[in-house]
T-cell receptor, first 115, second 113 residues
Framework: GAVVSQHPSWVICKSGTSVKIECRSL??????MFWYRQFPKQSLMLMAT?????????EQGVEKDKFLINHASLTLSTLTVTSAHPEDSSFYIC???????????FGSGTRLTVV | DAKTTQPTSMDCAEGRAANLPCNHS???????VYWYRQIHSQGPQYIIH???NNETNEMASLIITEDRKSSTLILPHATLRDTAVYYC??????????????FGTGTRLTIIP
């Protein structure tokens, strides 16, 4: 089945700094990837759709200048949280298109803690 | 995509079948039913999906009612590793291009030893 690798698994950063999270499709090409955010005891909320070679599409209420998405190749999308604040602490998860037999495949997630 | 309704939580004894219901009364004819689960602090894992026929794979069975307004995910012999939040999602199509998935609140299934 399709495999999506997400890195890092966890990161702690200081307020005001930026953090980059990578999402890679290991055995397939993904023209589209999705970024989700999940707060404790809540469901996944879609943040944006990452499109290879073009601008990402952000969901309503998500600041595009704060959450920078780059999808420069068919196997890599990155999410950069700029000028991070404690309220950005969350679990960030990416997903990419899989196959009819396996559905969308999700990365293992990145736990971001801003101190 | 159609909205789904699931119980907030359920318990099931280890070794027994776990039956997780999902209501999707506003489902359209071209919308599929998907099930994913999320084990604590991990990304969601695909389980199974179907359109109108019942489906079975190595993980679970999916029973869809004839009117398609509800479905049941069945884990035939639940183990402690099946403790997770289970999400029922309906969406258009079975291809995986740029169609996003919208997650509801899911059912927190706890397997009791």
């Amino acid at each position: 089945g399709a495999v999506v690798s997400q890195h890092p698994s966890w990161v702690i950063c200081k307020s005001g700094t930026s953090v980059k999270i990578e999402c890679r499709s290991l055995d397939f090409q993904a023209t589209t990837m999705f970024w989700y955010r999940q707060f404790p005891k809540q469901s996944l909320m879609l943040m944006a759709t990452s499109n290879e070679g073009s601008k990402a599409t952000y969901e309503q209420g998500v600041e595009k200048d704060k959450f920078l998405i780059n999808h420069a190749s068919l196997t890599l999308s990155t999410l950069t949280v700029t000028s991070a604040h404690p309220e950005d602490s969350s679990f960030y998860i990416c997903s990419a298109g899989g196959t009819e037999n396996y559905g969308y495949t999700f990365g293992s997630g990145t736990r971001l803690t801003v101190v | 995509d159609a909205k789904t309704t699931q119980p907030t939580s359920m318990d099931c004894a280890e070794g027994r079948a776990a039956n997780l219901p999902c209501n999707h009364s506003t489902i359209s004819g071209n919308e599929y039913v998907y099930w994913y689960r999320q084990i604590h602090s991990q990304g969601p894992q695909y389980i199974i999906h179907g359109l109108k026929n019942n489906e079975t794979n190595e993980m679970a069975s999916l029973i869809i009612t004839e009117d398609r307004k509800s479905s049941t995910l069945i884990l035939p012999h639940a183990t402690l590793r099946d403790t997770a939040v289970y999400y029922c999602i309906v969406r258009v199509g079975s291809s995986f291009g740029n169609e996003k998935l919208t997650f509801g609140t899911g059912t927190r299934l706890t397997i009791i030893p």
